[in-house]
């Protein structure tokens, strides 16, 4: 009986939050698995370069850790914004602008950080690969850059 009810208890935190999150959720889902596959392909090149250091380790855990804060700062300004506005009688469907940019912008980095690990371990990449991540790395920053600059 007590398994049941923490399996219900469980199961409705996990439904409001995905319903809080609406589409942010699967970004964060790509983001969490990019995380944990850069973790993994980083340890392997330390590994194989024989620089394996669990110090280093700890670190890359907590800069994943840094990662989430971020992204959930992210989604705190965007709920502050939203909240902001509907107070002042200004209906602007914003949804996840800040948070999902953020959760878009770590991704990026992530699959890059992931081509470099593979690519140290020895890994063959096609350079058209490393060519678009970075490239939409850089677009996501200059769109960002550019909302920025208009709004000052």
């Known amino acids: 009986m007590k398994?049941?009810?923490l399996q219900a208890l469980f199961a409705t935190v996990l439904g409001a939050i995905a319903a809080y999150l609406n589409v942010l959720l699967v970004p964060l889902i790509v983001m969490l698995v990019v995380m944990i596959i850069?973790?993994?392909t980083g340890m392997a090149e330390a590994y194989i370069s024989h620089t394996l250091n669990s110090r280093i380790g700890v670190t890359g855990i907590l800069k994943k850790?840094?990662?989430i804060i971020a992204v959930t700062v992210g989604i705190v300004a965007d709920y502050l914004i939203s909240s902001a506005l509907v107070n002042c009688g200004i209906n602007i469907p914003i949804n996840c602008c800040i948070g999902m940019?953020?959760?878009v912008w770590f991704i990026i980095n992530e699959l890059i950080s992931i081509l470099e690990n593979l690519s140290e371990i020895g890994t063959p990449l096609p350079k058209f690969l490393v060519s678009i991540v970075k490239r939409l790395k850089n677009t996501v920053e200059a769109k960002t850059n550019e909302n920025e600059s208009e709004e000052e």
């Open 3 to 5: 398994e049941n009810i």
């Open 65 to 67: 850790i840094g990662y």
């Open 38 to 40: 850069d973790y993994l």
């Open 101 to 103: 940019i953020v959760t």
